[in-house]
Structures are given as structure tokens and as C-alpha cells.
Nanobody, 120 residues
């Protein structure tokens, strides 16, 4: 089995910072790409940031210059440093990973999500 577990969400004031973490565990041979998505109330889930196996990253236009995605491949973790947070960043943030398991399956896995609320 494979699990992704997010942590680090919470309540923060506008202009503040949070760091989200996501730990992958289980029967994993290799993690190819990892990313963060978010879903605000009444809206569809959207890409926030993604880290590819070649080290490249991409970001939603709305978070460029404010958010930074990073990975620790040895620990099977991905992080999202969020600075200069705005009320519109309020959402449930989900981690995902495209990975290969020990039984040879390559597929996308999702975490359960961590809530981020930006409010004064």
C-alpha cells in the first residue's frame, strides 16, 4: 500500500507564511513527480505547484513568486513554502505523487488534504 500524508495547514493572517509537508510511505520503488493542488469552497481542484522527476518545477500564475515547492527524495517528502499569503489562498491543499510501486504499478496517489485558512 501507499500513503501520502500532509501536514502544516492552519490559520494564518494575510501576509503570513506557512510550510506544508507531505510524506509518502509504503511499497514505493520510485517517485516520479510530486505536486500540490488546492480546492477552495465551491471551486474545482487546481494545480498549485508541481515538481517533476527531472527537477523542473511549475507553478500556478496566482502563486508565482510567493510559493516554493521542494522535494527531499531520500525522505520521500515534498514541501510547499507559502509566503505573502492572501485570503484567496484559503483552501484545502492536497499532495499528490506519480510513483511506481514494488508490484510494478505506476499511478497517481493523493493525500487526504490539509486546510489552510488565511484570515485576519
Amino acid at each position: 500500500q501507499v500513503q501520502l500524508v500532509e501536514s502544516g495547514g492552519g490559520l494564518v493572517q494575510p501576509g503570513g507564511s506557512l510550510r506544508l509537508s507531505c510524506a509518502a510511505s509504503g511499497s514505493i520503488v520510485r517517485i516520479h513527480a510530486m505536486g500540490w493542488y488546492r480546492q477552495a469552497p465551491g471551486k474545482e481542484r487546481e494545480l498549485v505547484a508541481r515538481s517533476e522527476s527531472d527537477g523542473s518545477t511549475n507553478y500556478a500564475d496566482s502563486v508565482k513568486g510567493r510559493f516554493t515547492i521542494s522535494r527531499d527524495n531520500a525522505k520521500k517528502m515534498v514541501y510547499l513554502q507559502m509566503n505573502s499569503l492572501k485570503p484567496e489562498d484559503t483552501a484545502v491543499y492536497y499532495c499528490n505523487a506519480y510513483l511506481t510501486t514494488t508490484w510494478g504499478s505506476s499511478q497517481l496517489y493523493w493525500g487526504q488534504g490539509t486546510r489552510v485558512t488565511v484570515s485576519s
